[in-house]
């Protein structure tokens, strides 16, 4: 379903964000919002997303260490 494929693709942006592939992380947090926009009752989920989303995009703005 929707919502667990949401959850899986959010835990896998996590995953990609520590391993700092912050493109992919960003495709697979984009990809969990969207699983999540078309669940009901899925607010918190999205907010937490929505905020994954901007950490990696602030990591994707800074310069390379």
Do not use: M, V
């Given at each position: 379903?929707r919502?667990?494929?949401?959850?899986?693709?959010?835990?896998a942006?996590?995953?990609?964000?520590?391993?700092?592939?912050?493109?992919?992380?960003?495709?697979?947090?984009?990809?969990?919002?969207?699983d999540?926009?078309?669940?009901?009752?899925?607010?918190?989920?999205?907010?937490k997303?929505?905020r994954?989303?901007?950490?990696?995009?602030?990591?994707?703005?800074?310069?390379?260490?």
């Amino acid at each position: 379903d929707r919502y667990e494929a949401g959850t899986t693709r959010h835990d896998a942006a996590i995953d990609l964000l520590k391993a700092k592939h912050f493109a992919e992380a960003l495709d697979w947090a984009h990809a969990a919002l969207r699983d999540f926009e078309a669940c009901a009752n899925a607010d918190d989920e999205i907010a937490k997303t929505l905020r994954l989303i901007r950490a990696i995009e602030s990591r994707l703005d800074q310069p390379p260490q």
